[in-house]
């Protein structure tokens, strides 16, 4: 396990490397002028001359291997930079909105988990039976369904149409502090929208693998044993069933990353995502090159999570990926 574990750090380091890279060339190219996007409207009627001085002063006029090497230098010192378009240190930045993104993420990846293997379980336990009919083509249909649609959606009916839900934002407007009650209330929506995104999947494969399991010998074995059908379902079957959802926690990871910021849009969670679609308009090299590493960086070590809990679970796949 140390050894897998060390082999994906040392390959971690090229690849975060590249996407930095990536990400100060992309915006290099982009039609986006970050020293205009940095003046606002005074950048409108402003001189060419006082632009060009506002450029230099920003490094704007530097080479785009420059920039980018003086940023990296900078970064593994721990100084990832100045955000031009939030007017603030890039690590205070994204300290004060990675919380937000974290609890949203964990909260719909928690509940899209534990609803989807109850919901495949379930559904397998009775194959062909009428839940297992209407769970699946829900599932289908929200396998189509966009995160922003079903977060409009929900706030046209919990919150427009009902009134039992407020439709955005971390806190009510009326309200000066932050407390636990009001962040909860103002969470459920986004997490909701967030969880029902992610559900399909975990529901699909949970379901594939424990009627996959039912089918085998050993589960066959342990009914011919008498053991009653509970044991059989969740001590056999289950666990041969979740193998291949250990796997798919990794590659869902981008998904969920970029539903998280779709949804946080749509709800005006205080999350990165606001942060990420100004940096990226604004093309605010430093804060765009530090996010993208951080959603990188989480579905490197996503990836390596669920080839860690795969090897544990199964002895038959070792750690020498």
């Not at 919380?99 to 964990?106: D, E, I, N, T």
Request: hydrophobic share 55%; charged share 15%; net charge neutral.
């Amino acid at each position: 396990m140390a050894r897998m574990a060390g082999r994906r750090a040392l390959l971690a380091g090229p690849v975060l490397l590249a996407v930095t890279f990536g990400v100060f060339a992309a915006a290099d190219l982009s039609p986006f002028d970050p020293v205009k996007a940095y003046a606002g409207t005074a950048g409108l009627t402003a001189p060419q001359a006082e632009l060009d001085r506002l450029r230099a002063n920003l490094g704007a006029d530097r080479p785009l291997v420059e920039r980018w090497w003086d940023w990296l230098t900078s970064a593994l010192g721990g100084d990832l930079g100045t955000s031009a378009s939030l007017r603030q240190p890039v690590a205070d930045a994204v300290a004060e909105r990675i919380g937000w993104s974290a609890l949203l993420a964990a909260t719909a990846f928690a509940a899209a988990l534990l609803a989807g293997t109850a919901l495949g379980v379930l559904a397998a336990r009775r194959r062909g039976g009428l839940l297992d009919r209407a769970a699946t083509a829900l599932a289908y249909t929200l396998q189509a369904a966009p995160a922003f649609w079903l977060g409009l959606l929900a706030v046209w009916l919990f919150s427009v149409r009902w009134g039992v839900l407020p439709s955005g934002g971390l806190t009510d407007a009326d309200s000066d502090t932050v407390t636990a009650g009001q962040v909860a209330r103002h969470l459920v929506l986004p997490a909701l929208v967030l969880a029902l995104s992610q559900l399909p999947w975990f529901y699909l494969y949970v379901r594939q693998g424990v009627c996959d399991a039912l089918a085998e010998d050993p589960v066959r074995g342990a009914r011919a044993r008498g053991l009653g059908e509970r044991r059989v379902l969740l001590g056999h079957a289950l666990r041969s069933g979740l193998l291949p959802v250990l796997t798919l926690i990794g590659s869902r990871m981008p998904e969920l990353i970029t539903g998280a910021l779709l949804v946080e849009t749509v709800f005006s969670w205080p999350g990165i995502a606001a942060a990420t679609v100004q940096a990226a308009t604004s093309v605010d090299f430093p804060l765009l090159a530090a996010l993208t590493v951080l959603a990188t960086a989480a579905v490197l070590a996503g990836n390596l999570l669920a080839d860690l809990l795969h090897g544990l679970a199964d002895p038959r796949v070792g750690f020498d990926g």
